[in-house]
């Protein structure tokens, strides 16, 4: 079958451009769409093709399905670009050409909250790890059979969306069929982590074991699966062209023992490149061996969620991590030479004592690149549930983790104002790289 994967292009929303002008804190997604070249690696009997609209102009979307005309599309996409995915879909199913083209939506917020995209213009939805999922779909898709799979839901607009989830294992990870790195080839110098420069992608684990309110991972799988060694090492070799790898787990270090075969294996394989890896603080102060021997794999930067600088904010967010592990880690890496990108959450009940503080502890600790995001609920996670009530902005556009959706406790433009200033402090250097 003829199989066309789409990217969505940048669609998120902006409050503080669209009521104040404020244009430095929008969001742009840059990465490569290492879901679908995922999903592509798996599907190594049909004809498939990826197209990325965040490179390519919205003219390529009708032009690349009336030349290549597929069988069926598939859409990825987060929270904020939902509503993008749905356009996408309705541009295809109303052209003449494509009412028969069977479209499938996937990705972050299809597994979070499969039920908004129970709507006629799209014909599955695919929930969680896709890689074999998917292809048991399209196998029954091209066999003519009613499809009856776990993790698929077939729509029903009108009725409620049903279907059974499907409990997730190694198998799942199809470790053998690495991901289609060559279907993105045109567009990998396009494909740059801000502050870092031009990256390459590699998934290595998919899942926890933690269980962050804010976070949307437990909804991809409900464990922590990692890829075996040499499939991950394989996909280090196959980014021959770029020198740096981002390893896109929500954490690398799920698993200690495993992590350590890691990087020694990385280390015997002769692979020269620079790494850069999400790891919890609580990991480099109880394991900075670990860190280390990742560092002689190639370790450069480590992203860690430091998330508050407040222990009572952190209890409500269920980091199970305090301020003086975060501390503890920053000293630590103080001395290491790894450079720290910090993530932060800027609650929207902030005040100006608030920004001040986390300021303070940015530059007290100099964190080289802090990455401060406000709290945002996505359905489908515990702190959605916890905030629900709070919610004032449901437009998913805006969920783009540069807008309070929730009411402020600060007039808006000064909150914004203020949110604006931690980023023209401490990303000029980010921004000339874009």
């Known amino acids: 079958m003829k199989i066309l994967l789409i990217n969505p292009p940048n669609s998120g929303k902006s409050i503080p451009e669209e009521q104040f ?25 049909h004809d498939v093709e990826i197209l990325d609209l965040k490179v390519e102009p919205p003219s ?56 908004y995209f129970n709507i006629d213009v799209i014909d599955y939805i695919v929930c969680g790890i896709g890689k074999q999922s998917f ?73 926890c074991v933690h269980s962050c ?30 020198s740096l790898i981002r390893c896109v787990d929500a954490n690398t270090f799920g698993h200690i023992s495993f992590a350590k075969k890691f990087a020694s294996a990385i280390i015997k394989s002769g692979v020269k490149k620079k790494i850069v890896a999400d790891v919890r603080a609580d990991t480099i102060v109880n394991h900075p061996d670990v860190i280390e021997l990742w560092q002689k794999a190639g370790l450069a930067a480590v992203v860690i969620g430091f998330e ?18 975060n501390i503890k880690a920053l000293q630590w890496l ?24 986390l300021e303070t502890f940015i530059q007290q600790h100099e964190i080289e690149l802090p990455v401060p995001s406000i709290l945002t609920p996505i359905p489908g996670t515990p702190l959605f549930k916890m905030m629900k009530h709070k919610i004032e902005i449901r437009d998913l556009a805006y969920y783009t983790f540069s807008n309070a959706v929730t009411k402020t406790a600060l007039n808006k433009e000064v909150f914004y104002s203020l949110y604006a200033g931690l980023f023209q402090k401490f990303h000029k250097h980010i921004n000339k790289t874009q």
């Not at 670009?81 to 309705?90: G, K, M, P, T, V």
């Not at 109303?94 to 972050?108: F, L, R, S, Y």
């Not at 409900?222 to 890829?227: V, W």
């Open 21 to 45: 002008g404020i244009t430095s804190i929008k969001a742009i997604f840059r990465g490569e769409p290492l879901a679908l070249e995922v999903l592509a690696g798996n599907l190594y009997d």
């Open 60 to 115: 390529a979307l009708m032009e690349t399905v009336h030349r290549f005309m597929p069988d069926i599309v598939g859409i990825t996409g987060v929270t904020c670009e939902a509503n993008s995915l749905i356009r996408i879909a309705q541009k295809i199913k109303t052209d003449p050409m494509g009412q028969k083209i069977i479209v499938v939506a996937g990705g972050h917020h299809a597994s979070c909250d499969p039920g």
């Open 135 to 207: 292809r048991q779909l399209v196998q029954t898709l091209e066999s003519g059979q009613a499809v009856n799979l776990q993790g698929v839901a077939k729509t029903s607009p009108g009725s409620p969306l049903t279907f059974v989830p499907r409990k997730f294992t190694f198998e799942d990870l199809v470790d053998d069929r690495p991901p289609r790195y060559d279907l993105v080839k045109a567009y990998r110098d396009t494909y740059v982590m801000g502050g870092i420069g031009k990256a390459g992608f590699v998934v290595t684990a998919y899942g």
């Open 213 to 242: 309110a804010f976070c949307s991972i437990p909804n991809i799988t409900d464990r922590y699966l990692t890829h075996s060694i040499d499939s991950s090492i394989n996909c280090f070799k196959q980014l021959e062209d770029v």
């Open 308 to 325: 508050e600088i407040d222990d009572s904010r952190l209890n409500y967010f269920n980091k199970k991590s305090d301020v003086s592990t």
């Open 334 to 357: 103080k001395t290491s030479g790894l450079k720290v990108i910090g993530d932060f959450i800027v609650s929207p009940d902030y005040r100006h004592t608030d920004f001040e503080r």
